[in-house]
């Protein structure tokens, strides 16, 4: 399978402060990235959905300037949680997409971001 | 899109068949069904995917009745390490841009 490295895997941050998450796509280039976020015992929620080169389509309810979503190459997407807050502490999980894919085809995962937020 | 209905939680014992059944009314015609694993603190791990009639991989068998309403994930003789949540999901590419909408999913706690 495709190969997502997702950076940092867990990351502690003072509230006010900012925190980047990156995420890779190793192995093939992913013209789409999506971003979700996870609260304990729940399902994960889809974010906002970006294409390279283009800006952020965000979720009902998802503020976009808390949440900046810059994918500017082929295998490298960033989320900046900005101005932290202890209710942005989550677990946040990236996906991106190659061009090819479809439904037909598995979709694949970074390994997760778990931010706390004190 | 289809919505899921799954179990919220089940137990199970080392090396028993475990089947999770998930309910997709609405699916469309155009839809496939997916199963994704998940363990704590980790992203989703693809499992089984399939559109009708049975599909047969290394780690699951995923069954379709002929009306595609629900489907069934069968784990074959489960381990300690098949404790995750596992997710069905219904959609087709065309109308959702490749985008996944979870539902629930199920807590499967596998016991010794």
């Known amino acids: 399978g495709a190969v997502v490295s997702q950076h940092p895997s867990w990351v502690i941050c003072k509230s006010g402060t900012s925190v980047k998450i990156e995420c890779r796509s190793l192995d093939f280039q992913a013209t789409t990235m999506f971003w979700y976020r996870q609260f304990p015992k729940q399902s994960l929620m889809l974010m906002a959905t970006?294409?390279?080169?283009?800006?952020?389509?965000?979720e009902q309810g998802v503020e976009k300037d808390k949440f900046l979503i810059n994918h500017a190459s082929l295998t490298l997407s960033t989320l900046t949680v900005t101005s932290a807050h202890p209710e942005d502490s989550s677990f946040y999980i990236c996906s991106p997409k190659g061009q090819a894919s479809t439904w037909a085809t598995e979709a694949f995962f970074g390994q997760g971001t778990r931010l706390t937020v004190v | 899109l289809a919505k899921t209905t799954q179990p919220i939680s089940m137990d199970s014992y080392e090396g028993q068949e475990v089947n999770i059944t998930c309910s997709h009314n609405?699916?469309?015609?155009?839809?496939?069904i997916t199963w994704y694993q998940q363990f704590p603190s980790q992203g989703p791990r693809f499992i089984i995917q399939?559109?009708?009639t049975k599909v047969t991989n290394e780690v699951a068998s995923l069954f379709i009745p002929a009306d595609r309403k629900s489907s069934t994930l069968s784990l074959p003789r489960v381990s300690l390490s098949d404790t995750a949540v596992y997710y069905c999901l219904v959609g087709d590419n065309a109308n959702q841009g490749g985008k996944l909408i979870f539902g629930q999913g199920t807590e499967l706690s596998v016991k010794p």
């Open positions: 609405n699916i469309a015609t155009n839809d496939y």
């Open positions: 970006s294409n390279e080169g283009s800006k952020a389509t965000y």
């Open positions: 399939g559109y009708k």
